[in-house]
């Protein structure tokens, strides 16, 4: 009994002397090293500088906090289905995150697209656009373009666009203007006068026209795109990883929607 009594309390002994320190102090709620650097993103170095102001934002939300548990905030039903929701996409990107980083481009991928795309490096194009809120919409000005109608008298008449208004045409851009790479991609492998289908974008559903390509350069080397074939390549594996992440997903828990529940 002697011997179990000593151990238990060289093993408390030995934990209290592993204890991390608190950087900061609140009431009797202590902030540890491993909890700060928790809230700052990864990119940003602590130096002696810029810890203080740091750590005084980090007070401040914990107080701000500690007035709305006061409050009761915590215990409301709604806010906790939405910190739920937070915390489902928290660690949903978490996931995408560690998925992504088993992704690998070889440099025959990289040679591969070069030869394959290596021509529309060396032009530059415009566009318009015709941009909507509602995919049915989008879907009705598609058909009747396939029919034959005007794309320009169509935008005139239907988009919403913000950038590029009824109709206008857009400045000449090269590869690697646009943010979306597949986009992109679509974008300089139509024919002058030819459109994209309805696509999702943050500003509702866009249908694309090429107005014009031109070429701009003679010859571009492999050196000169190199990084930026490899982020394409990156990001369009990442974006198959996902869908196919997804289809396994859906396979897997057996979604099933009711849209006619919601209004009930």
Known sequence: MKRAGLLVFLIFLFSSCQEEKPVIKIGNKKITKKEILAQIPADITLTSENLVPILERIVNSELIYLA????????????????????????ANALIEEEAKKITVSQKEILDYYNQHKEDFLCEVKIRRIVVADENLASRIYEELKKGKDFLSLAKEYSQDQ????????????????????????????????????????????????????????????SEVENYIQQILQYK???????????????????SYYPENFFK
Do not use: C
């Not at 851009?173 to 459109?195: A, C, H, V, Y």
């Not at 594996?237 to 979604?255: P, Q, T």
């Open 68 to 91: 709305a548990k006061e409050k009761g905030l915590t215990k409301d039903k709604m806010l906790q289905l939405k910190l739920r929701a937070l915390e489902r996409d928290f660690f």
């Open 163 to 222: 950038l590029l208004p009824q109709g206008e045409e857009s400045k000449y851009f090269p590869r690697g203007f646009l943010t979306d790479p597949i986009l992109e991609e679509q974008i300089f492998s139509l024919k002058i006068n030819e459109f994209t289908s309805p696509l999702k974008s943050q500003e509702g559903y866009q249908i694309i026209q090429l107005v014009d390509k031109k070429k701009v350069k003679k010859d571009i080397a492999l």
């Open 237 to 255: 594996k990442g974006y198959e990883m996902l869908n196919k992440l997804l289809l396994d997903l859906k396979e897997k828990y057996k979604v």
